[in-house]
């Protein structure tokens, strides 16, 4: 339809030439709208594409000191020996547990047991370290060197630590990528960055933009932007990418902006907003919910024939945020020690590198800064975006509901944690310190009951929960219903329901390999 009001117009003008008449310019209403195809951090890779070293990246221009480090033998070892509180020997059973060969699935039941002993890294034991990321030590984590990055001069003003755009803009703000850039799940196409598009692409969720103005699709000095989510999914081609021309509704309850906005040479420029609310990239249901940048702004490029465009969105995050996002909402599974293994990289030193590189949102009653600069690059493919028949809501998913509840509890608790500098509890639900997990794996293990009295988080029974949901006792053991008392009526008691508040016990230390 759009193509056959293009050639329409293209008649109709040769037409008004060949009896000499010289039709006038007019200007008509016009829309255009994208889906979003792919959204993710805007870090530039410095390295070499045809980097052929098995299982790494070209560290590049950008981190000549290379990435974030792996959770293996030795950099586990040297964590760990950072807790004046651990033996030696308790340290030594860690890394090389007894009679492992003897366990089944022995590889991933070392790495479990790791993550459980990372994950109580505070200056104290039963302190666990991704709630509480400020009470261990910083282990370091390399940061962009580089000058140039992709951006917005968000402030308004050129200083010394900002970069310089690949256009040639100075005053370029996007601290996010210094503090982050050099982390390996991001750079080039990092794991982090393809599982994100992925699970976009999926169906996770979809982010929609509609452009509209009264003058030239390509020139029109009053437009209007509005960017929000959308309730459909995104439909995909035969060869797996995004289709074209599809319809997706726009709503407008939340995770919404309308921004005033200018084109030229069909590059997109909006205002800088107070809030921009948009959809945040995400790969698991726990982490979706709305971006809310500070003093954000858009811009994109559109290509010729409508088709697609492409660009940035920027402004300030809070960096508490990004760090609960990254930490908690993919690390259900087994906790952020598990995601820091297998992603090559420790929260702990992303949270530091965050904390450093903040510059922006100033809290004037703690004097320091809340956000952090960053960019965001989006690709998107033409689609037909339009209002629902009826107003509704961002839709629930009710079978990962809870999943979703413990994520922002653990959220709660870790800027509480961050801002008031006293220990929080591990909510139930969020699998950190691997628990239930390593419970349900490490029965045959001959040493197990060392490693089952390795602090961790302690819940009364009924409100811990399984990979499932279902409540369990503190040992790991799921609590049947069925076999729950009956009160003096015959009705069943049932168990506390999960997501409780856990209590304030706090875990006895692992006992050392000579108390066995």
């Not at 690949?166 to 750079?187: F, H, K, M, Q």
């Not at 959809?279 to 954000?296: E, H, L, M, S, V």
């Not at 088709?307 to 690390?331: K, M």
């Amino acid at each position: 339809m759009m193509m056959l009001k293009l050639r329409l117009a293209t008649c109709l003008a040769a037409a008004a030439l060949s009896i000499g008449t010289v039709m006038p310019a007019a200007t008509q209403p016009w829309v255009r709208g994208f889906v979003v195809s792919s959204y993710d951090f805007a870090f530039r890779y410095g390295g070499r594409p045809d980097f052929a070293r098995p299982g790494a990246l070209e560290p590049g221009v950008d981190c000549p000191h290379g990435g974030t480090l792996a959770f293996d033998a030795d950099e586990t070892r040297k964590l760990l020996a950072r807790q004046t509180w651990r033996s030696q020997q308790e340290i030594d059973w860690i890394i090389d547990p007894p009679g492992l060969d003897r366990a089944r699935a022995d590889t991933y039941l070392r790495f479990w047991i790791w993550g459980r002993a990372l994950s109580y890294r505070g200056y104290k034991p039963g302190i666990e370290t991704y709630i509480n990321p400020w009470a261990a030590e910083d282990p370091g984590q390399p940061e962009v060197i580089s000058r140039i990055a992709e951006g917005f001069n968000l402030d308004g003003r050129i200083g010394p630590d900002d970069f310089v755009g690949t256009d040639g803009e100075s005053g370029i703000d996007n601290a996010l990528y210094r503090a982050w850039g050099c982390a390996t799940p991001w750079r080039g196409e990092g794991i982090l960055k393809s599982r994100a598009n992925d699970s976009m692409r999926n169906g996770l969720y979809t982010m929609v933009i509609r452009i509209s103005g009264n003058q030239d699709p390509m020139n029109d000095s009053d437009a209007t932007l509005e960017i929000g989510y959308s309730p459909d999914k995104i439909v995909r081609d035969a060869r797996g990418g995004v289709a074209v021309d599809y319809s997706y509704r726009i709503l407008k309850s939340a995770q919404y902006t309308s921004l005033k906005a200018t084109i030229r040479n069909g590059v997109v420029e909006t205002e800088q907003v107070e809030h921009l609310h948009t959809p945040r990239t995400a790969w698991y249901y726990d982490q979706t919910g709305d971006t809310n940048f500070t003093k954000g702004k858009i811009r994109l490029k559109l290509a010729s024939g409508d088709l697609s465009a492409a660009g940035l969105i920027g402004g300030y995050r809070n960096w508490r945020d990004l760090y609960t996002e990254v930490t908690f909402g993919g690390s259900n599974s087994a906790g952020a020690a598990i995601l820091g293994h297998a992603n090559k990289m420790d929260q702990a030193g992303m949270y530091f590198a965050l904390r450093r590189n903040a510059d922006g949102m100033y809290n004037a009653k703690t004097g320091q800064y809340d956000g952090i600069s960053a960019a965001y690059r989006i690709e998107m493919s033409s689609a037909f975006v339009v209002d629902p028949d009826d107003p509704m809501d961002i839709p629930i998913r009710t079978a990962e509901l809870w999943r979703k509840t413990a994520f922002e509890a653990a959220k709660v608790n870790t800027i509480k944690s961050i801002e008031i500098r006293v220990p929080q509890d591990v909510p139930p639900g969020t699998r950190e310190a691997v628990y239930p997990w390593l419970e349900s794996v490490i029965k045959d293990l001959p040493s197990k009951h060392f490693f089952l009295k390795l602090d961790r988080p302690h819940y009364p029974d009924g409100v811990g929960m399984d990979w499932l949901g279902n409540p369990i006792d503190d040992h790991g053991n799921r609590i049947d219903s069925r076999a729950n008392k009956l009160d003096e009526h015959g009705n069943p008691v049932m168990p506390p329901q999960p997501l409780q508040q856990a209590t304030n016990r706090v875990p006895e230390r692992a006992a050392t390999v000579q108390e066995q």
